[in-house]
């Protein structure tokens, strides 16, 4: 009884201080007392109390995984970690994904969405819903030394695939209805293009009643129930100058595109103080001329503009935007504006990353956080965790932060692999509960119906705050 105290009243106090800024909390007071209703409507407590009491056939299932995990899995999380590539270039690490699901009864279709490294694995005894999917990433982060596995992506197809054939073993052995489907999704540490908006907007995942996918943390931790992201909601943009080259001892005779890109982040600093602080605004020129005696005629900056809701984050752009206007301008160059990506809000719901937080403790995990961080969904684009519900099980697997190359290093050793395991067994018994108990998909279906109404009214919300200043004519 003390125990699922604990739990709802940190589902209070977590979505009492969901939203980042004063100004978003202040626009969600109202929608967060409704998600706290709702979630002591639901009981979650004494829901994931009743699913994880003894189930001998959910123990099989997880059995399975673990063993799947130990005799070769590991293993091939170990091989693609020690053969990194960035995103979309990871031919190696699909092929030995895909081969993988082939030998296990999957149906793999490649090149999914236009891109030559996304898959889908479909079961070949799928038979209706309740429709299970899992996402597996398997891209490398870019570093100054080459590609390394600084977020553990590695893992992530080894632990998904476990859970995906200790699944449709239990689905065949059983005849319980259900399908399974993987989704191999690449480039998550990059844009363009963002890999799973393009699937999402393709189809892909269509039909999906849950998906789950894990993550590298650590700690061991869960979101609280509501509306957010990891990372803050992102524009990936790329501006483009154009000069007119020239000899640098008659440089008057051309256009200065580097002096172009240089204004640009200068009239960025200037104008900081008129953007609120909680902005991050995050650039590297990727191209800034050919020779030093020659006028440079084409330069480029790659920039991810930061913000913690996506309202005022078109603002934020719109600054962006005017500061490489406002440079090209001043120095008689032309400017190419590409927004090639957006990451924004997903949603998380309690029924989903309850459970899982109490499976992956239930099979070992370390470093627990005992409440809930802040909503996020189960995957960084919000296009998917914005209508899907899902879970990302994040069961500590580093004594390192993410991006570092100790984080890397860890996820060839004992603490790594134990994380891994833990993510692999906690996600099989989810999604046991998940097809076995009609009434658990309904609790699902139901928190996250309401909490995708209340985003909506939340942005709505924020629309009416963020007003743009009028400024006069001169």
Same mark, same amino acid.
């Given at each position: 009884? @003390? ?51 003894? +189930? ?21 999380? +170990? ?6 590539? %960035? ?9 030995i994904l895909a081969d993988y699901l082939r ?8 090149? =999914? ?162 953007? @609120? ?27 991810? %503009? @930061? ?29 190419? %504006? ?29 470093? =627990? ?22 879970l990302g099980f994040t069961a500590y697997s ?56 209340l985003f909506g009214d939340y942005l709505a ?14």
């Open positions: 009884m @003390r125990s699922a105290i604990c739990i709802a009243l940190a589902l209070v106090s977590a979505c009492a201080y969901a939203q980042e800024t004063p100004t978003e909390r202040e626009a969600a007071a109202g929608i967060l007392r409704q998600i706290d209703e709702l979630e002591k409507s639901l009981n979650v407590p004494a829901m994931v109390a009743r699913l994880t009491a003894a +189930d001998p056939q959910r123990d099989q299932a997880v059995a399975r995984a673990k063993q799947l995990m130990d005799s070769e899995l590991l293993a091939m999380a +170990d091989d693609i970690t020690r053969h990194p590539e %960035i995103g979309f270039q990871e031919n190696r690490s699909v092929k030998a296990h009864n999957f149906d793999v279709e490649m090149g =999914v969405a236009n891109l030559p490294t996304a898959f889908v694995a479909r079961w070949k005894g799928n038979k209706g819903a309740p429709n299970l999917g899992i996402i597996l990433e398997y891209d490398a982060l870019r570093g100054t030394k080459g590609a390394f596995h600084g977020d553990q992506h590695s893992a992530q197809g080894p632990v998904g695939i476990a859970a995906a054939v200790a699944i449709v073993e239990f689905l065949g052995r059983t005849h319980q209805p259900g399908s399974v489907t993987v989704y191999g999704t690449p480039g998550e540490e990059m844009m363009p293009p963002e890999a799973k908006t393009q699937m999402f907007d393709a189809g892909v995942f269509n039909g999906a009643d849950v998906i789950v996918r894990s993550h590298a943390v650590g700690s061991t931790s869960r979101p609280a129930p509501g509306f957010g992201t990891c990372c803050m909601n992102i524009v990936g943009a790329k501006y483009t100058f154009s000069g007119a080259p020239a000899h640098q001892l008659a440089a008057w005779e051309g256009r200065n595109a580097l002096e172009a890109v240089i204004h640009m982040f200068n009239n960025i600093d200037s104008v900081r103080s008129n953007i @609120r602080p909680e902005a991050r605004i995050q650039g590297i020129i990727t191209e800034g001329g050919a020779a030093p005696n020659v006028v440079p005629d084409k330069t480029a900056a790659d920039f991810y %503009i @930061r913000y913690p809701d996506e309202v005022y984050l078109k603002q934020v752009t719109a600054f962006v935007d005017n500061a490489a206007k406002a440079a090209a301008l001043s120095t008689g160059t032309k400017v190419k %504006i590409d927004h090639y990506g957006q990451d924004h809000d997903g949603i998380s719901v309690a029924t989903l990353s309850e459970l899982g937080f109490a499976y992956m403790k239930k099979y070992g995990a370390q470093k =627990v956080n005992a409440e809930p961080g802040r909503p996020q969904g189960f995957e960084e684009t919000g296009s998917v965790s914005s209508k899907i519900p899902g580093s004594n390192f932060a993410n991006h570092t190359y100790g984080m890397e290093q860890d996820a060839l050793t004992d603490v790594g692999h134990q994380g891994f395991t833990v993510d692999a067994e906690a996600m099989t018994a989810l999604l046991y509960d998940f097809a076995t108990h009609a009434d658990y998909r309904d609790a699902v279906k139901r928190e996250f119906s309401a909490i995708q109404k919300a924020l629309e009416k705050i963020y007003r743009v200043p009028t400024v006069p004519e001169p």
